[in-house]
């Protein structure tokens, strides 16, 4: 199979780098600047979402992001409002807004919400995430939500991130519930375009290689993706390994297909969610993959995984429609 990454993805990253290649914001956003460190490439396929929003709390500022062509491009840029208190969130009532990868779930409008605490418009999140709970972070009800004209937009928020009420109206445009990611930093780095392809190269290179090895059935070499805490629904690291070779005894081969994949990354945190087509001689399933991994030494380890049925549909449609423009590229890069 081609290389997993090699068009229509979405990367989020924020590896380390040197200092001297890391700038806190470019004079000027445009194409001969430097890119947004936690923002590599949007995914082109419908499933999930074209946009992405980053939020930096030193900045006081939340940025849309969207696909433009191959390349990543900033739509929009408002002031932000967010915790009363400095710092990552890590306990219930600490009045600190939290950082790490995180999705928008629900819309809530009057009269589910007051308007006078609220605004007119506000999205839940799924804080704490899978990664919070892992290092025991409490607390909940983290919104990115409006306020009314007449309160201050640097009187603080519980943890929230705040916008003007015209400002939420906007966003409500660009989200997709579920699916748009609002990614929380202390302050977004920029990094140089051979640095921000050097780290594609890097996830592309780990992810590949993992659905590689789970297609040659190389047991050893699949579950060394695997970090020894892993879990996953009814599994753990032991398990999940009788699991695979258990499955590896019964099917003669078997096709793992991913398509459309984003790739977020908040420090040492690493989350996939990619389109799935499995094939073997008796089973096929379609759905949506999610892999949650930490960053562990020069490498990451897998630490959960779920999934979930999708539309056969939607995923051969995702599928083909990658191979297509692979197959094109390919053609581009043979005539040139």
């Known amino acids: 199979m ?18 001297e290649s890391v700038s806190s914001a470019p004079s000027q956003f445009g194409a001969n600047d430097l890119l947004p460190a ?20 030193e900045k006081r500022k939340l940025s849309v992001f969207e696909r433009n062509g191959e390349q990543i491009k900033k739509v929009d840029e408002f002031p932000a409002d967010i915790g ?25 409008t009057q009269p589910e919400i007051p308007f006078n605490l609220y605004g007119a418009l506000a999205f839940t999140t799924n804080y704490p995430n899978l990664f919070d709970k892992r290092e025991n972070k409490t607390g909940s009800g983290i919104w990115l939500h409006a306020i009314p004209d007449t309160v201050p937009l640097t009187r603080g928020s519980r943890g929230c991130v705040v916008v003007r009420n015209e400002v939420i109206k906007k966003l409500a445009d660009y989200i997709k519930l579920n699916e748009t990611p609002i990614l929380i930093f202390d302050q977004v780095s920029y990094v140089s375009k051979d640095e921000h392809e050097k780290r594609r190269m890097a996830l592309n290179t780990f992810v590949e290689g993992w659905r590689q090895s789970w297609e040659a059935q190389d047991i050893d070499k699949y579950m060394s993706f695997y970090d020894k805490e892993f879990k996953a629904p009814g599994f753990d690291f032991a398990g999940w390994k009788a699991h695979k070779a258990n499955l590896k ?24 969610k990619t389109l799935q087509r499995y094939e073997s001689d008796k089973h096929i ?18 630490i959960r995984e779920e999934w979930a049925p999708f539309s056969q549909k939607a995923v051969s449609s995702a599928i083909a429609r990658e191979n297509s423009m692979t197959a094109q590229a390919g053609n581009i890069q043979q005539t040139q």
């Open 2 to 19: 081609r290389s997993l990454l090699s068009v229509s993805l979405i990367i989020l990253a924020c590896l380390p780098v040197k200092a």
């Open 38 to 57: 936690p923002l590599l490439q949007i995914s082109e396929t419908d499933a999930f979402s074209k946009f992405v929003f980053l939020v930096d709390k």
């Open 84 to 108: 009363a208190a400095g710092g990552n969130k890590t306990k219930r009532d600490d009045k600190k807004t939290p950082e790490g990868i995180y999705f928008l779930q629900k819309r809530l």
């Open 249 to 272: 005894k019964q099917y003669e081969f078997i096709k793992v297909h991913l398509s459309q994949p984003y790739i977020v990354q908040h420090n040492d945190q690493l989350l996939v």
């Open 285 to 302: 399933d379609y759905g949506v993959k999610t892999i949650y991994a930490v960053k562990s030494g020069d490498t990451y380890k897998i």
